[in-house]
Nanobody, 124 residues
Framework: QVQLVESGGGLVQAGGSLRLSCAASGRTFSTYVMGWFRQAPGKEREIVTGINWSGGTTYYADSVKGRFTISRDNAKNTVYLQMNSLKPEDTAVYYC?????????????????WGQGTQVTVSS
């Protein structure tokens, strides 16, 4: 069992930055693929980025490439999402998720554990 708790969301102006954190419980965190998803009102949940167990492989949605960076610290059981050059269209609830893999999947069904979400609002 893995419990995930996100933090770091908030309100920011367009062009600004935020750093989200996702703290995980459990001793097997380092074995999980981790993903960040987001869901805007009236839209489906979509993948933003993912990272494999070692941090050696990452995936980014085209919409965030060059602006967002995912990283993980297995010693701290934490995954991070650094978001720069934020745009109003990045406004959504952001969720972290843990999956057993193999590989990073863009499909939410491939992830077994989810956090409660944190709101990110980007004003224009």
């Amino acid at each position: 069992q893995v419990q995930l708790v996100e933090s770091g969301g908030g309100l920011v102006q367009a062009g600004g930055s935020l750093r989200l954190s996702c703290a995980a419980s459990g001793r097997t965190f380092s074995t999980y693929v981790m993903g960040w998803f987001r869901q805007a009102p009236g839209k489906e949940r979509e993948i933003v980025t993912g990272i494999n167990w070692s941090g050696g492989t990452t995936y980014y949605a085209d919409s965030v490439k060059g602006r967002f960076t995912i990283s993980r610290d297995n010693a701290k059981n934490t995954v991070y999402l650094q978001m720069n050059s934020l745009k109003p269209e990045d406004t959504a609830v952001y969720y972290c998720a843990a999956g057993r893999g193999p590989g990073i999947s863009a499909r939410p069904i491939r992830y077994d554990y989810w956090g409660q979400g944190t709101q990110v609002t980007v004003s224009s």
